[in-house]
């Protein structure tokens, strides 16, 4: 396997498109507008980023091998990577292409970092869910970083009615059962992913995948499925549009409860059958016991009932002695007892994902593609997230794409200060179900 920071000696300059560099950099000063890099020439600007190097013992030096990828033409790229092939088709759902482009067909660079916007500019026009489009694109990336460029096969993007197909050359190089878990990443080629993540479009964390498994499970769509073909070293992920699987889990439920239901006439039933005079008093005894039993359960959950219901007590009378949200107490009271329903999960530091919908998913879009926003974008973004729902620290920073202390130190307690938002419970700073309301009074100043 080839290194991506492979220095070619014999590949200078001449050897890379200039619109893909102008493109690359336009883009490198949209958002590092102030960075020492933008005021650098060509060659030293390359060498920054790792898309040149220089040999120290020889004081030759060249283009990079992931330099070549992203900024070089196909015919080039193939002198050195022979089975080098990039590839889009889409149908719709027949055998014939009603879309197709490769690298090979010379009306355009060829190169993996037009590709990657070429494509983007497809999936950001065909698919209306800012969300969706953005879990493919992360797809797309992860595919672009870990192709195993010297493998056959080449990186093809299909794209079918009902499903997305990735595949690229190059098995994972994490256990496939890991791939949606927060893990470490491990990098076939840190020098293209230091080149797009210069650009704001991935990150070394490893946990890409796992957000598109959290924003698909948004849609009820599938979960993503990845496979390995070891015979043929290549790597297969499969985005599916269908909701079967969520249809599937609400019938389980039907049948499990059907299933409990038919589970107490069965026993009648037995019942029926076994009272006989010899058999009586062994039954009545059963019975007297399963009574028993039974009975203890419904104390025991009474009890359980009683302890929830003093809490909702505590809790409802707080919600009586703060007026927060709107002069109707009844009203705010239904709301805020609603929202309480929801958050069953706050003694966790996890979001439930269930509990955020796509309207917040895609309002928080922008903040996830761009990690630097001007501070009157993100406050704009943080009071339309309010204005549908009050929300908690931890459900920002998953929407958001930012750590909790970023946002409640830059942005919320500011908000709070100028009274766009204010606490849910003000009174109680460190409540463990704290959230953030609008505060529609500021509109009516």
């Known amino acids: 396997m080839l290194q991506d920071n492979l220095i070619l000696e014999h590949y200078g300059l001449n050897e890379l498109n200039f619109d893909t560099i102008k493109s690359y950099r336009d883009r490198f000063a949209e958002v590092k507008q102030a960075h020492p890099w933008n005021a650098l020439e060509t060659k030293e600007f390359l060498y920054k980023v790792g898309a040149w190097g220089k040999?120290?013992?020889?004081?030759?030096?060249?283009?990079?091998?992931?330099?070549?990828?992203?900024?070089?033409?196909?015919?080039?790229?193939?002198?050195?990577?022979?089975?080098?092939?990039?590839?889009?088709?889409?149908?719709?759902?027949?055998?014939?292409?009603?879309?197709?482009?490769?690298?090979?067909?010379?009306?355009?660079?060829?190169?993996?970092?037009?590709f990657y916007f070429h494509i983007h500019e497809i999936v950001r026009n065909s698919e209306p869910q800012p969300s969706i489009a953005s879990s493919l694109t992360e797809v797309l990336i992860n595919m672009l970083i870990h192709a195993d460029y010297n493998g056959e096969g080449g990186v093809i993007l299909e794209k079918q009615p009902s499903h997305y197909v990735f595949s690229n050359p190059g098995l994972l190089l994490v256990p496939t059962d890991s791939?949606?878990?927060?893990?470490?990443s491990q990098l076939r080629n840190?020098?293209?992913?230091?080149?797009?993540?210069?650009?704001?479009?991935?990150?070394?964390?490893?946990?890409?995948?796992?957000?598109?498994?959290?924003?698909?499970?948004?849609?009820?769509?599938?979960?993503?499925?990845?496979?390995?073909?070891?015979?043929?070293?290549?790597?297969?992920?499969?985005?599916?549009?269908?909701?079967?699987?969520?249809?599937?889990?609400?019938?389980?439920?039907?049948?499990?409860?059907?299933s409990a239901t038919d589970s107490g006439n069965n026993?009648?039933?037995?019942?029926?059958?076994?009272?006989?005079?010899?058999?009586n008093v062994e039954i009545d005894s059963y019975n007297k016991n399963n009574y028993s039993y039974n009975k203890g359960l419904i104390e025991e959950f009474k009890s359980y009932n009683?302890?929830?219901?003093?809490?909702?007590?505590?809790?409802?009378?707080?919600?009586?002695?703060?007026?927060?949200?709107?002069?109707?107490?009844?009203?705010?009271?239904?709301?805020?007892?609603?929202?309480?329903?929801?958050?069953?999960?706050?003694?966790?530091?996890?979001?439930?994902?269930?509990?955020?919908?796509?309207?917040?998913?895609?309002?928080?879009?922008?903040?996830?593609?761009?990690?630097?926003?001007?501070?009157?974008?993100?406050?704009?973004i943080i009071l339309e997230l309010c204005k549908e729902k009050p929300l908690m620290l931890k459900e920002f920073a998953y929407l958001l794409e930012r750590t909790p202390d970023?946002?409640?130190?830059?942005?919320?307690?500011?908000?709070?200060?100028?009274?766009?938002?204010?606490?849910?419970?003000?009174?109680?700073?460190?409540?463990?179900?704290?959230?953030?309301?609008?505060?529609?009074?500021?509109?009516?100043k």
């Open 55 to 114: 040999v120290r013992d020889t004081h030759k030096e060249g283009v990079t091998l992931a330099g070549l990828l992203l900024f070089s033409e196909e015919r080039i790229i193939t002198e050195v990577l022979p089975q080098y092939f990039l590839e889009y088709r889409e149908s719709k759902g027949n055998e014939e292409w009603t879309e197709r482009f490769t690298s090979q067909d010379g009306t355009w660079s060829g190169n993996i970092f037009d």
């Open 306 to 380: 009683n302890d929830v219901n003093s809490f909702n007590k505590e809790d409802n009378y707080y919600n009586n002695e703060s007026n927060l949200y709107n002069n109707d107490v009844n009203s705010y009271i239904n709301n805020h007892n609603s929202y309480n329903n929801e958050q069953e999960e706050d003694s966790s530091n996890l979001v439930n994902v269930e509990n955020i919908d796509t309207k917040l998913w895609d309002i928080a879009a922008l903040a996830r593609e761009k990690k630097r926003l001007s501070p009157n974008q993100m406050e704009h």
């Open 267 to 279: 026993f009648k039933d037995v019942e029926k059958y076994q009272n006989t005079p010899e058999n």
């Open 179 to 184: 791939v949606f878990s927060n893990t470490v």
């Open 406 to 444: 970023g946002v409640r130190n830059n942005y919320l307690t500011k908000l709070l200060r100028k009274g766009q938002l204010q606490l849910k419970y003000p009174n109680q700073p460190n409540h463990p179900k704290q959230a953030y309301l609008f505060n529609k009074k500021d509109i009516e």
């Open 190 to 258: 840190p020098n293209i992913v230091k080149l797009f993540s210069l650009l704001g479009l991935c990150e070394r964390s490893g946990s890409g995948l796992k957000k598109v498994k959290q924003n698909w499970s948004l849609h009820h769509y599938k979960t993503p499925a990845i496979d390995q073909d070891v015979s043929m070293h290549r790597t297969v992920v499969t985005l599916s549009l269908s909701t079967q699987e969520r249809q599937v889990s609400s019938s389980e439920k039907d049948t499990y409860h059907t």
